[in-house]
């Protein structure tokens, strides 16, 4: 614990809001994050308690507290004041295959379960892996690292979603080679199409798909699995194939008003909305 008096002489600061009238300008992330130095500060806040409730992902009454990927918290956050930033990276990474994702969009649950929180602010953990995916890639930390090894076995996965990227990158860094089919026209599911640009900038999803893909992961587009490809050809063609193929069905409410014009399933409305900006030129990003 390199600060243990950090949390009482230090006080919490996140990342500020640009300002309505300048964001509506455009489609972008909205947040301007904390310099290097003011972000080691954050680390510094982090109590290192005896029981970390931060990264326990405990069940409780049917709700989550803590992170359900059992982060690292209090050694990454420590590492952070520390200035270590590329072993805050190698912790990081240890439970969490898309840092860059989950520092933009994770709810945060392991700040509501921070100890700091009790009588205080808790710590800005969510920032702290926001700084540090970052300065990963600007550093070359997170470079392509392709397998040294293969093990000659061939794995399917069917959906490019969160789930079917995770098991992807973690499979293919045990050597095995990995096919990824999505029926869409863009790798990323949910991430891709589901949550809008202002929150997940569709160019850090394409990062992160590229560097799969200098790692060895081969990726499908427009491949429906059942209708374009037989599942009968999967099971041949392949040792093992992973479902991961969402939810895509809506549940829909029968209350008056329903047939009403204008009303759509919100997944459906953010799909269209985000291909109709990826499609055409208001984003300037090429995916």
């Not at 392991?110 to 009790?118: K, P, S, V």
């Not at 560097?211 to 429906?224: I, L, R, S, Y």
Request: hydrophobic share 35%; proline share 6%.
């Amino acid at each position: 614990m390199g600060k243990p008096t950090g949390f009482m002489e230090y006080k919490r600061e996140v990342s500020k809001d640009v300002k309505p009238k300048e964001r509506i300008k455009n489609f972008h992330e909205f947040h301007q994050h904390l310099p290097v130095e003011r972000q080691q500060l954050q680390g510094a806040r982090c109590m290192e308690c005896g029981v970390p409730f931060c990264q326990a992902g405990m069940t409780i009454c049917g709700m989550t507290s803590g992170c359900p990927l059992h982060n690292l918290v209090p050694e990454w956050n420590d590492l952070v004041y520390m200035g270590n930033w590329k072993q805050a990276y190698n912790r990081l990474v240890k439970t969490n295959s898309f840092p860059e994702f989950t520092a933009r969009v994770c709810p945060a649950l392991c700040e509501a379960a921070c100890t700091c929180g009790l009588n205080g602010e808790p710590v800005a953990t969510k920032e702290n892996e926001y700084a540090i995916i970052e300065n990963a890639y600007e550093k070359g930390y997170a470079a392509p690292k392709p397998p040294k090894v293969r093990t000659g076995k061939k794995v399917a996965v069917v959906g490019s979603g969160p789930s079917g990227l995770a098991v992807a990158d973690q499979l293919n860094k045990r050597g095995h080679s990995v096919t990824v089919f999505e029926r869409s026209d863009r790798i990323g599911g949910l991430l891709m199409y589901g949550i809008p640009n202002m929150k997940l900038e569709k160019q850090i999803v394409a990062r992160k798909v590229e560097a799969m893909e200098a790692e060895g992961v081969v990726f499908m587009t427009g491949v429906d699995v059942g209708k374009d490809l037989k599942a009968e050809k999967l099971l041949k063609d392949f040792d093992r194939v992973v479902l991961a193929c969402g939810a895509s069905n809506p549940r829909d409410i029968n209350v008056p008003g329903r047939d009403a014009k204008g009303i759509y399933f919100a997944v459906d409305f953010l799909k269209a909305n985000t291909k109709s900006l990826l499609d055409s030129d208001v984003i300037c990003c090429e995916l």
